[in-house]
C-alpha cells in the first residue's frame, strides 16, 4: 500500500511561486508513475504533470514552462516548483501514484492518492 503526502500550498499573489512536496511511504518498486493532479471547486480533477518511472515528464499545456515536476528516489519525494502563478491555477493539489499507467495525466489510471494541499493565487 502506498501513502502520499503532500505539503507546500498556500496563499499568493499572481505572479509569485509556491514549491509543492508530496512524501512517499510504503513501495520500494521503480516502476511506479507518479502525477500531480488539482481540482477546483465545481470543476472535475485534471492532470498537471507526471513522472514516468524513467524519469520522462509530460505537463497539461496550460501549465508548461511554469511548473516543473521532479522526484528524488533517495528521499522518496516528489517536488512540483510552480512559477508565474495565475488566478486559475487555484485548486486542491493531490499527488498520486500508480502502476502501469496508458494515459499519464488521467486520474482515473492511479490507485493511491495524498489527501491534498491547497493553493490559492490571488489576482
Known amino acids: 500500500q502506498v501513502q502520499l503526502v503532500e505539503s507546500g500550498g498556500g496563499s499568493v499573489q499572481a505572479g509569485g511561486s509556491l514549491r509543492l512536496s508530496c512524501v512517499v511511504s510504503g513501495y520500494t518498486d521503480s516502476s511506479y508513475y507518479m502525477g500531480w493532479f488539482r481540482q477546483a471547486p465545481g470543476k472535475e480533477r485534471e492532470g498537471v504533470a507526471s513522472?514516468?518511472?524513467?524519469?520522462?515528464?509530460r505537463y497539461t499545456d496550460s501549465v508548461k514552462g511554469r511548473f516543473t515536476a521532479s522526484k528524488d528516489n533517495a528521499k522518496n519525494t516528489l517536488t512540483l516548483q510552480m512559477r508565474s502563478l495565475k488566478p486559475e491555477d487555484t485548486a486542491m493539489y493531490y499527488c498520486a501514484a500508480g502502476r502501469w499507467i496508458a494515459t499519464t495525466l488521467d486520474s482515473l489510471e492511479y490507485n493511491s492518492w495524498g489527501q491534498g494541499t491547497q493553493v490559492t493565487v490571488s489576482s
Open positions: 513522472i514516468e518511472p524513467d524519469g520522462r515528464t
